[in-house]
C-alpha cells in the first residue's frame, strides 16, 4: 500500500529557509516519479517540483525556480524539498505526491494517483 508522509512545514520569516520530508512507503521509490505540489487558501493546486527517478529529471514551477531544490536521500525513501529565499506567496499546504514512472516528470496534478496529507508552510513576519 502506496503511503506517503509529509514533514517540515513550518511558519518562517520572508527570506527564511525550509526543507520539507516526504517519507514513502509500501512501494519502491526508485520506480516511481514523485512531485511536490501546493495550494493556497482560495488557489488552486499548483505544482511546484518533480523528480524522476528513472531519469534523474527535474522541473519547476517558474515561481521557485533558483529557490527550491528536490532531491533524494541515499536510502531513496524519502524525498526532500528544500526552499530558500521564502516569500510570502509560497504561503500553503504542500503535498508530496507519486505515479509510476514513466519517464516523464510532470507538474500536473492530474497525472498523480497517490497522494499525502500535506504540511503547512506559512510565510509571515
Known amino acids: 500500500q502506496v503511503q506517503l508522509v509529509e514533514s517540515g512545514g513550518a511558519l518562517v520569516q520572508p527570506g527564511g529557509s525550509l526543507r520539507l520530508s516526504c517519507a514513502a512507503s509500501?512501494?519502491?521509490?526508485?520506480?516511481?516519479?514523485i512531485a511536490w505540489f501546493r495550494q493556497a487558501p482560495g488557489k488552486e493546486r499548483e505544482g511546484v517540483s518533480c523528480?524522476?527517478?528513472?531519469?534523474?529529471?527535474?522541473a519547476y514551477a517558474d515561481s521557485v525556480k533558483g529557490r527550491f531544490f528536490i532531491s533524494d536521500g541515499d536510502k531513496k525513501d524519502t524525498v526532500y524539498l528544500q526552499m530558500s529565499s521564502l516569500k510570502s506567496e509560497d504561503t500553503g499546504a504542500y503535498y508530496c505526491?507519486?505515479?509510476?514512472?514513466?519517464?516523464?516528470?510532470?507538474?500536473?496534478?492530474?497525472?498523480?494517483?497517490?497522494w499525502g496529507q500535506g504540511t503547512q508552510v506559512t510565510v509571515s513576519t
Open positions: 505526491a507519486v505515479k509510476p514512472s514513466d519517464l516523464s516528470c510532470s507538474l500536473s496534478s492530474e497525472a498523480y494517483p497517490n
Open positions: 509500501g512501494f519502491d521509490l526508485a520506480h516511481y516519479t
Open positions: 523528480l524522476a527517478s528513472y531519469t534523474r529529471g527535474t
